[in-house]
């Protein structure tokens, strides 16, 4: 749902996607009116998220844009296709990356998956892994699951000649430490989420080698596949509650693994672990601890005081507005590995920020909104809940005010609430399509954005794997919403109507 230009995706005419009386085919894909440049993607239907997991032409082809890991934006096809007829030779390709030591990690990741040699060179500013057409999806999942990709912004700039200003993040960093109640001398910038969460994952195995990670709790998928992928390997446990819950905190008590890994809540079951008791038997074992805080923010929760590394997606609800790119690392001076992390992270990113310029611009002006938007998205997000957890046609809800309420609300702020990211899943799943066909609000594989978004979530995060994910809890029919801050009569008419065909 990421445009990543100049222009900022709240643009798009929300209330008119509200009251128009049908999709059509010509919805996939829509263009911002106001600017050729900036793009959105809506999947309107459930049958086009179905079309675009199968890849089917006719809706591959209207789309203009799309989540960036994964659909790669005009413009970076742009610079895949120059940097390959400038660097390679017959049946190569170039994967474009921001940096040198992105496309050095990625060698070694193909190099090792191939067992083959490949190689890098500088096109423009960028650096390029060059591999041969067989082995570009392999190369591929670097890009994907590192989120170490470059900003389309940036690639749009070198096209337009237009040559960015120095560098200076003091500004922004200063701003980010004011929401977060830190310092900004510990907040590190990174490409995006996922690059955040891939530098906290870096730094941990570099102090704990050798040794595995835990994950708790259903995690956004990559997270897990980066455990998967790289270092020795993770340890899963899908809900922290009962035996296996204390079995695990023995075993972090014992120093079995390199560091813990949570999402407070987690997405999509919006669950959230007992932080502090995982905190203590971390400190018990000498096991770092990272806890993401994007599904809710900074605003509503704060994890700091037990985490050694807070990770965050400012993509989403800090950003606001879908335009714009940003993941950041926070670390816990108090922590005993502080000194340790503080070196890695002076290492592997000594300005504190890998941001397009251009990009932290941009950030820094959507901060403005930040407190206010997320006041209007909590007391939108919590009517919304409560109109579907009274549902007669609701089967469940996932949120954060009706399961696991004591943990999370150990971690709300003085001014916080429940957020506006929602789950629900039918009492009858063969209507979840129709009800998600008629939810006139926009569709799309993203959260945080001022307006509200929906998802048939397990479908498009999970395709290849709905068999393992149902034995996780996730239901396949589970619709997710993050809800925006559209006038909440207007957000309630809709739901209402969506629910009618339940």
């Not at 389309?152 to 701003?175: E, Q, V, W």
């Not at 900074?298 to 507005?321: C, E, M």
């Not at 959260?447 to 239901?475: I, M």
């Amino acid at each position: 749902m990421l445009a990543n230009f100049s222009k900022p995706l709240h643009d798009i005419h929300v209330r008119d996607l509200l009251t128009e009386p049908a999709w059509t085919d010509e919805d996939l894909g829509m263009p911002i009116p106001d600017d050729k440049h900036a793009v959105s993607v809506c999947l309107p239907t459930w049958d086009s998220i179905i079309g675009y997991e199968e890849a089917l032409e006719k809706v591959t082809s209207r789309m203009q844009c799309g989540y960036p890991r994964f659909f790669r934006h005009p413009a970076i096809n742009r610079l895949f296709a120059e940097a390959r007829e400038h660097v390679c030779e017959a049946g190569e390709v170039a994967i474009v990356f921001p940096h040198l030591e992105a496309a050095q990690r990625a060698h070694f990741f193909v190099e090792k998956r191939i067992s083959a040699a490949v190689k890098i060179t500088s096109y423009e500013s960028f650096q390029c892994l060059i591999v041969s057409e067989e082995h570009f999806p392999i190369a591929m999942e670097y890009w994907r699951y590192t989120g170490e990709i470059v900003s389309s912004r940036r690639a749009t700039d070198l096209f337009n000649g237009r040559i960015p200003a120095l560098s200076n993040t003091t500004n922004l960093l200063d701003k980010l430490a004011a929401i977060t109640t830190g310092s900004a001398e510990n907040i590190y910038l990174y490409e995006n989420g996922m690059a955040a969460a891939f530098a906290a994952f870096r730094s941990v195995i570099s102090i704990r080698p050798n040794k595995k990670t835990l994950q708790l709790e259903f995690p956004y998928v990559d997270v897990l596949k980066i455990q998967q992928n790289f270092g020795t390997g993770v340890v899963y446990l899908n809900e922290c509650d009962d035996e296996p819950f204390w079995e695990a905190l023995k075993r972090i008590q014992q120093g079995e693994f390199a560091a813990v890994f949570c999402e407070l809540p987690s997405n999509p079951l919006l669950r959230s672990v007992d932080l502090e008791k995982i905190s203590q038997a971390c400190k018990e074992g000498g096991v770092l601890l990272v806890v993401d805080d994007t599904i809710c923010s900074s605003y509503n929760i704060d994890v700091s005081k037990f985490a050694d590394i807070t990770t965050t997606s400012l993509t989403k609800w800090v950003s606001g507005k879908g335009d714009v790119m940003a993941g950041s690392i926070k670390l816990n001076p108090q922590s005993s590995y502080f000194t340790s992390l503080q070196q890695f992270f002076k290492a592997d990113n000594p300005s504190h920020s890998k941001l397009y310029v251009a990009d932290s611009i941009v950030l820094e002006q959507n901060l403005e909104g930040f407190a206010a938007r997320m006041q209007q998205v909590n007391g939108n997000g919590k009517a919304i809940a409560e109109l579907l957890h009274l549902h007669p046609e609701v089967a469940n809800v996932w949120y954060p005010l009706y399961n696991t309420q004591e943990e999370y609300s150990k971690l709300m702020t003085s001014k916080g609430g429940f957020g506006g990211l929602i789950s629900f899943a039918l009492k009858s799943p063969k209507k979840a399509p129709k009800v998600f066909d008629s939810l006139k609000i926009t569709k799309g594989p993203s959260l945080g954005t001022e307006f509200s978004l929906a998802c048939p979530y397990t479908l498009l995060a999970h395709y290849d794997e709905l068999e393992w994910v149902e034995n996780c809890g996730v239901p396949t029919n589970l619709i997710r919403v993050s809800i925006g801050i559209e006038p909440l009569d207007t957000l309630l008419d809709a739901f209402n109507t969506a629910l009618s065909h339940a």
